[in-house]
C-alpha cells in the first residue's frame, strides 16, 4: 500500500482557526483512496525530527505570542529545513508559519521574531492591534496549468514584503498586505498562505495537487488519483463564490 509521511510542526501551538483541519483533509482523501497517511507531530522538547525523512510538512497558524514561543525552538532546525526544501519535501505553511520561513516577523508590539530565512520575503504588523486584515477571501492560482480559485479566511496583522512567486492573485479580500493584489508565496513545492478555512477543507481541487506531487516524487510515478465524490464540496464552494461575486 503507497503511504504519505507527514510531519505536523508544533500542533499545540500552531493552531489557529481550525488549521488542524487540513491533517485531516489530507488524511481523508488520502484514506478514501486505499493510501497511507502516516502523520507525526512534532513540537517543543520532541526528539529533532529528520525534515527529509518526509513527503509533506504542515505547519498552521499562531498569535504573536505564540510564534515568539517556539521561534527559538525553530530556528535550530534552519539548515535541516533548508535542506528538505532544496531536496521537494512538501511544504504546506499556513499564516504564522508562513511568516517564520522568510527573513523576520515584526510582530504587533514591535518586537522582532526571527525567521528561518529559508525565503527572503519579510513580514511586519502594523503597530495598531485593530489594524488586522480580516474576513473571507478568494484567490486564483494556477495548479498544473488549471486556473483553479482558492477559497478561505484571513486574519492577520502581519504585512508581507519582498515575494517573488506569489501562491495567486486576489480576487476578493486582502492577501499578503492591505490592497495587496497577490497572496502567499509558491514554489513547486511550497505553499506558503495566509488562508485558514481550514484551507483543504474549501479547496479539494488543491488537497489532490499536493497529494499528488508528494506520491509522484516518492513512487517516481505520474500517479493518476481516482476522482473523489466531491459534490457537497463543490456545491458549497459555488454558494461562497456566488456569495462573494468571484
Ligand atoms: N500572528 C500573526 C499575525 O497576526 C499570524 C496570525 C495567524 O497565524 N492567523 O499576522
Redesign the pocket.
Known amino acids: 500500500m503507497k503511504e504519505l509521511k507527514i510531519l505536523y510542526l508544533y500542533p499545540d501551538i ?1 493552531e ?2 481550525g488549521d488542524f483541519g487540513n491533517i485531516q483533509v489530507l488524511r481523508y482523501r488520502l484514506e478514501k483512496r486505499g493510501f497511507k497517511a502516516i502523520i507525526e507531530p512534532y513540537s517543543i522538547g520532541n526528539p529533532p525530527p529528520n525534515f527529509k525523512d518526509y513527503d509533506l510538512v504542515f505547519a ?5 505570542q ?2 515568539g514561543i517556539l521561534a527559538e525552538d525553530l530556528i535550530q532546525y534552519k539548515q535541516s529545513i533548508k535542506e528538505a526544501v532544496n531536496d521537494g519535501v512538501f511544504f504546506l505553511l ?4 508562513y ?1 517564520l520561513f522568510g527573513k523576520y ?1 515584526k ?2 508590539e514591535g518586537n522582532i521574531i526571527p525567521g528561518l530565512e529559508v525565503f527572503d520575503y519579510y ?1 511586519e ?1 502594523i503597530d495598531d492591534r485593530k489594524k ?1 486584515c480580516i474576513g473571507n477571501i478568494v484567490i486564483e492560482t494556477e495548479l498544473n496549468g488549471k486556473k483553479t480559485k482558492v477559497i478561505g479566511f ?5 504585512q508581507t514584503f519582498n515575494i517573488s512567486s506569489p501562491f495567486g492573485s486576489v480576487l476578493m479580500g486582502n492577501g499578503n498586505k492591505f490592497g495587496d493584489n497577490h497572496e502567499g508565496f509558491f514554489l513547486p513545492n511550497v505553499i506558503a498562505t ?1 488562508l ?1 478555512g481550514p484551507l483543504l477543507a474549501k479547496n479539494p481541487e488543491l488537497t489532490d495537487y499536493i497529494i499528488k506531487y508528494c506520491l509522484d516524487r516518492k513512487y517516481n510515478e505520474d500517479i493518476i488519483l481516482e476522482p473523489l465524490d466531491d459534490a457537497f464540496e463543490n456545491k458549497c464552494r459555488e454558494q461562497l463564490l456566488l456569495l462573494y461575486n468571484c
Open positions: 500552531l489557529l482557526y498552521g497558524g499562531g498569535a504573536d505564540e510564534q499556513i499564516c504564522g508559519a511568516q516577523y510582530g504587533v513580514t504588523a488586522r484571513e486574519n492577520h496583522g502581519g495566509y485558514h
